[in-house]
């Protein structure tokens, strides 16, 4: 058998119960592109999309394709991290975020460290932070900045810090950030000239190894192939996968993935569609968020004839980006979970806690 896990990356579908506290109140990112005019889903509805739990603004089917359902996330987060582990069968305890800012002391050691002096050290979008710092940080330095998330992101221009050097700035901070409980460090680079700068397509993610043993361990461990596409070697630190393969984006994701489904194996494809998140959720972009689902709704005949007659396709998310609030941050919602193959009838699975309903489904289909 084989299993594919697709992450559409911040896809959330609002009512997570505890919204409130992280200040996500009324987010709901599916809800805000599914009245955008470029939105057109046809095969995700066939699949069950709009028969979830309170998922009563989409077009609802006599018959779904797929066991259908909604989940709310057990961990204290609302990053990528901590969904993807979740789904995955590991609870995540409350990584550490800084509203102002990171620690004098952690800023030291960093400079000390790598050698670098820490540009900025606040949150800030992405894209504005290089807009406004990008011209600074070409006479030395790098920029150091965050998000509502527990992140720790360090951006460079390429003509000054070419992308493996920044690589290795990542390692020396990921170790530091250990001793700070910060989920993830990334790395940010650009290109261009001031007031054109651009960020590259070679972003990557040094995140904590998981706490515990996941689904992708334990099916590696007993033999199955495990395999990533996107930032998923990156989320686990390549732990439990016997295959990795990184991707330009969504185009690329699709089309790695169908060359894999191509080929014979026997275990678990997972994969992050990360466009959706950080081109689109993260800059507010409600119109590019609904084409990319109208995309990626698109190719699902494809990959559906791709199956085998005792394959799985699983289509969830690990949190929401509601591209419509002013917020360019994460947001604290429910997600969905797609269940299509042979051995689903078509169910709505009602409301779930815990993201590792999938580990749990998955882990019984493959009798582990």
């Not at 290089?130 to 600074?136: A, H, Y």
């Not at 509601?322 to 941050?329: E, H, L, N, W």
Request: aromatic share 8%; net charge negative; hydrophobic share 35%.
């Amino acid at each position: 058998m084989r299993a594919f896990l697709i992450v559409i990356d911040s896809l959330g579908i609002g009512g997570a119960p505890d919204a409130a506290a992280f200040g996500d109140e009324g987010s709901n990112t599916l809800k805000s592109v599914s009245g955008n005019s470029e939105f057109r889903v046809p095969e995700l509805i066939k699949l069950g999309l709009g028969n979830i739990d309170s998922v009563d603004y989409l077009p609802k089917v006599k018959k779904c394709e797929a066991d259908h359902g909604r989940l709310f996330e057990k961990n204290p987060n609302k990053d990528t991290v901590s969904g993807h582990w979740e789904m995955t069968g590991v609870v995540a305890k409350a990584f550490r975020t800084f509203p102002n800012g990171f620690p004098q002391e952690l800023i030291d050691r960093f400079e000390r460290e790598t050698g670098y002096k820490a540009l900025v050290n606040r949150p800030y979008s992405g894209t504005e932070v290089i807009k406004d710092w990008g011209e600074e940080q070409l006479k030395g330095g790098v920029i150091v900045y965050t998000s509502a998330d527990s992140v720790l992101q360090i951006a460079a221009h390429t003509d000054v810090v070419p992308v493996e050097k920044l690589y290795d700035i990542c390692r020396t901070a990921r170790k530091i950030a250990d001793d700070y409980s910060v989920a993830r460090v990334i790395a940010r680079p650009f290109t261009g000239t001031p007031g054109n700068f651009t960020r590259t397509a070679d972003r990557k993610d040094f995140s904590m190894p998981p706490p515990g043993k996941t689904l992708l361990s334990k099916l590696s461990e007993k033999g199955f192939r495990v395999i990533g596409i996107g930032k998923i070697g990156d989320i686990f630190c390549n732990v439990g996968l016997t295959e990795s393969h990184h991707t330009s984006g969504n185009a690329d994701g699709i089309n790695t993935l169908k060359n894999i489904m191509k080929r014979p194996f026997n275990g678990l494809c997972f994969v992050n569609l990360v466009d959706f998140d950080m081109l689109y959720g993260h800059r507010n972009d409600i119109s590019g968020y609904a084409r990319a689902l109208t995309e990626f709704d698109s190719e699902l005949p494809e990959l559906k004839s791709l199956l085998n007659a005792e394959d799985v396709l699983i289509i969830t998310a690990d949190h929401g980006c509601d591209p419509a609030t002013p917020s360019t941050d994460h947001s604290r919602e429910a997600v969905p979970v797609l269940y299509y193959g042979s051995p689903f009838k078509g169910v709505n699975l009602g409301t779930s806690t815990g993201f590792y309903h999938i580990s749990e489904t998955l882990e019984k289909l493959f009798g582990i």
